[in-house]
């Protein structure tokens, strides 16, 4: 499967941003489906994720401020970033897997086999 992000940008403190994921190929390929962010010097956190029967899972960094969903008829996966701080500064990642393994840890970047090409988020203060 192929993953193609979109969104991402500049914004102050405070401020929202949404970002898209847009799967091609076969939508069994991204059955399971996340969001993950890699900040300069440190490791690739999971956000949040989306599995097969539209369950979320969040990250304790994304709950409370970032909503994850996934339109299943368009196989693309959205986050809505609310509240942003500089601390969420980073590349963000879209991932997707086919694998039912995902449900052991839906957060962790070894879970999935496919990834998005990368948007950087900037939050200013």
């Known amino acids: 499967v192929q993953l193609v992000q979109s969104g991402g940008g500049s914004v102050q403190a405070g401020g929202s941003l949404r970002l898209s994921c847009a799967a091609s190929?076969?939508?069994?390929?991204?059955?399971?489906m996340g969001w993950f962010r890699q900040a300069p010097g440190k490791e690739r956190e999971g956000l949040a994720a989306?599995?097969?029967?539209?369950?979320?899972h969040y990250g304790n960094t994304a709950r409370g401020r970032f909503t994850v969903s996934k339109d299943s008829a368009q196989n693309t996966l959205s986050l809505q970033m609310n509240n942003l701080q500089p601390e969420d500064t980073g590349t963000y990642y879209c991932?997707?897997?086919?694998?039912?393994?995902?449900?052991?840890?839906?957060?962790?970047?070894?879970?999935?086999?496919?990834w998005g090409q990368g948007t950087q988020v900037i939050v200013s203060s």
């Open positions: 190929g076969s939508t069994t390929s991204s059955r399971y």
């Open positions: 989306v599995g097969n029967y539209g369950d979320t």
């Open positions: 991932a997707a897997t086919s694998s039912s393994a995902w449900y052991r840890s839906p957060l962790a970047p070894a879970s999935y086999t496919s």
